[in-house]
């Protein structure tokens, strides 16, 4: 479709990614907003709370006291999703009520000492040190032979079900591939064996040729608006060298992605001047198992602010019932992101 169809009328966009459509109604945009308006939290946090229970020296909920750590620090997660050990004799006998059993290790990743800091906020040299942080975590984890796939993901904010404004991570390392993940890897392999082409590597290079929906790049990284992005200000990270896991970058590469990732976030911060909230997490291709040379190294950031800091998109009706839909197109979305300043207001 021409560029001016696709800023002004409505139109369905393919997600070759994982196989999904997602509708686009730009002339929605124009409508009056008369829903829920929600107050911006005005906190400011201390840079050490003794009832916090990942800041350093203190003790946690399960009973353990963590370290007076001076950089990242990671532990098994008290209350766990997942566990190593589980007993087999689940039933699975029947053709629609399946269970099977799931085994698995969760971990949490501090990315500071400092209680009140963001990744926006943190500098490069320690933003670095956290991509390395999952370097290693990762490495550790998939020497376990139950271990498939490790799924490293950040809720960020009180919007997104954070239950700590302390920065950290988590970690889930599992014996199965999620559905998330594994609907990519298909579709990653699925386009190699029709083109021998990488997908990512192909979309990459479009759109860095158009350059509408790139927010920034640098030697290794890009960021950008998906073409087909859901949230309103959804972005996706990339390296520019086909990577298939975190593990395989360089030092420079990881440089480059701390500094990516670091500007990123003070974009996001900027736009509405708080500390954006957001899911994010890395794709990669699994620990064990099956080949996918398909798979390209990859980040979603999911963030579900869309007309102010106080007026978020929410998934409902339609959406829930047939399919995702976006006013705000993601040209739009990119354009505001690329116009924020890279250093994040004080």
Same mark, same amino acid.
């Given at each position: 479709?021409?560029?001016?169809?696709? &800023?002004? %009328?409505?139109?369905?966009?393919?997600?070759?990614?994982?196989?999904?459509?997602?509708?686009?109604?730009?002339? &929605?945009?124009?409508?009056? #907003?008369?829903?829920?308006?929600?107050?911006?939290?005005?906190?400011?946090?201390?840079?050490?709370?003794?009832?916090?229970?990942?800041?350093?020296?203190?003790?946690?909920?399960?009973?353990?006291?963590?370290?007076?750590?001076?950089?990242?620090?990671?532990?098994?997660? @008290?209350? !766990?999703?997942?566990?190593?050990?589980?007993?087999?004799?689940?039933?699975?006998?029947?053709?629609?009520?399946?269970?099977?059993?799931?085994?698995?290790?969760?971990?949490?990743?501090?990315?500071?000492?400092?209680?009140?800091?963001?990744?926006?906020?943190?500098?490069?040299?320690?933003?670095?040190?956290?991509?390395?942080? #999952?370097?290693?975590?990762?490495? !550790?984890?998939?020497?376990?032979?139950?271990?498939?796939?490790?799924?490293?993901?950040?809720?960020?904010?009180? +919007?997104?079900?954070?239950?700590?404004?302390? /920065?950290?991570?988590?970690?889930?390392? *599992?014996?199965?591939?999620? @559905?998330?993940?594994?609907?990519?890897?298909?579709?990653?392999? %699925?386009?190699?064996?029709?083109?021998?082409?990488?997908?990512?590597?192909?979309?990459?290079?479009?759109?860095?040729?158009?350059?509408?929906?790139?927010?920034?790049?640098?030697?290794?990284?890009?960021?950008?608006?998906?073409? #087909? !992005?859901?949230?309103?200000?959804?972005?996706?990270?990339?390296?520019?060298?086909?990577?298939?896991?975190? /593990?395989?970058?360089?030092?420079?590469?990881?440089?480059?992605?701390?500094?990516?990732?670091?500007?990123?976030? !003070?974009?996001?911060?900027?736009?509405? *001047?708080?500390?954006?909230?957001?899911? +994010?997490? #890395?794709?990669?291709?699994?620990?064990?198992?099956?080949?996918?040379?398909?798979?390209?190294?990859?980040?979603?950031?999911?963030?579900?602010?869309? &007309?102010?800091?106080?007026?978020?998109?929410?998934?409902?009706?339609?959406?829930?019932?047939?399919? /995702?839909?976006?006013?705000?197109?993601?040209?739009?979305?990119?354009?505001?992101?690329?116009? *924020?300043?890279?250093?994040?207001?004080?």
């Amino acid at each position: 479709m021409a560029g001016l169809l696709l &800023r002004e %009328q409505p139109h369905r966009r393919y997600n070759p990614l994982d196989d999904t459509w997602v509708l686009v109604s730009p002339q &929605r945009t124009k409508r009056p #907003w008369r829903g829920r308006q929600e107050s911006i939290p005005d906190k400011k946090l201390p840079a050490y709370d003794p009832e916090c229970y990942l800041c350093p020296g203190n003790r946690r909920a399960g009973g353990r006291r963590n370290p007076n750590y001076r950089s990242t620090f990671a532990f098994d997660n @008290d209350f !766990a999703a997942l566990k190593p050990r589980l007993r087999q004799d689940i039933p699975q006998d029947s053709s629609i009520l399946k269970a099977v059993p799931e085994r698995g290790i969760c971990r949490v990743l501090c990315f500071s000492p400092r209680h009140d800091l963001s990744l926006a906020q943190m500098t490069q040299p320690e933003v670095r040190r956290v991509v390395e942080a #999952w370097m290693r975590e990762q490495c !550790a984890l998939a020497r376990r032979s139950f271990i498939h796939y490790i799924q490293i993901f950040e809720n960020k904010g009180e +919007m997104m079900g954070c239950s700590n404004p302390h /920065p950290h991570c988590q970690i889930w390392a *599992q014996e199965g591939v999620p @559905d998330c993940a594994a609907r990519e890897l298909v579709c990653q392999e %699925q386009y190699r064996e029709r083109t021998r082409h990488c997908l990512l590597c192909d979309y990459l290079g479009l759109e860095l040729s158009l350059k509408e929906r790139i927010i920034g790049q640098n030697e290794g990284f890009v960021a950008l608006v998906p073409f #087909w !992005a859901v949230w309103p200000f959804e972005t996706l990270l990339l390296s520019k060298k086909h990577h298939a896991l975190l /593990p395989e970058l360089g030092a420079r590469e990881r440089e480059n992605l701390a500094s990516l990732m670091l500007r990123l976030t !003070a974009r996001y911060d900027n736009l509405f *001047q708080i500390s954006f909230p957001y899911s +994010m997490g #890395w794709h990669q291709t699994p620990a064990h198992g099956k080949e996918y040379p398909g798979a390209h190294l990859h980040a979603h950031f999911y963030p579900p602010l869309l &007309r102010s800091a106080t007026v978020r998109k929410f998934m409902v009706g339609y959406e829930m019932l047939a399919e /995702p839909q976006r006013d705000l197109t993601p040209e739009a979305g990119a354009a505001r992101l690329r116009d *924020q300043p890279e250093q994040r207001f004080e």
